[in-house]
């Protein structure tokens, strides 16, 4: 009885380190997932494309940013979406893109490209992210542009 109560000790422990694990922030190389990243600026474009159908009149220009304290806001939404699973199933609609392009005081340019539509999913950290829609609130908050409703 006493073998079987160890075991049964050693199982929680083991699965509650390996569940624990399951929330932390997907590994990137890149500059500005790093906890020392220092923002100048922000540029949002999009939508890339209009949602179908419609008319292209829907298109926007460049939007910015230089507010370090929101940049940084949304560099970590960026940074904490998680990794895409390796056979997504998603939605086969279509609809905007936006391009967002982060530099550095550094100078250093990171460029994600992220989707609206679908499993939203973003590019351009290393591995593809899905699921864009805190990455919409902290655009939003920082008064860039995103889509609503989505």
Do not use: H, Q
């Amino acid at each position: 009885m006493r073998r079987l109560s160890a075991l049964s000790g050693v199982l929680v422990v083991a699965l509650s380190a390996v569940a624990c694990g399951a929330d932390a922030r997907p590994a990137s190389a890149d500059p500005l997932c790093a906890a020392s990243y220092e923002p100048r600026e922000l540029v949002v474009s999009g939508p890339l494309y209009p949602p179908l159908p419609g008319p292209a009149d829907g298109t926007r220009g460049e939007d910015r940013s230089t507010d370090a304290a929101a940049i940084k806001k949304v560099a970590a939404a960026a940074c904490d979406l998680p990794e895409a699973p390796a056979d997504p199933v998603c939605t086969a609609d279509l609809g905007p893109s936006y391009r967002l392009r982060f530099t550095d005081t550094r100078n250093r340019t990171t460029t994600l490209t992220a989707a609206a539509f679908g499993c939203r999913f973003v590019e351009g950290l290393g591995t593809k992210r899905v699921d864009a829609r805190p990455l919409w609130d902290a655009l939003a908050a920082a008064g860039l542009p995103a889509p609503r409703g989505r």
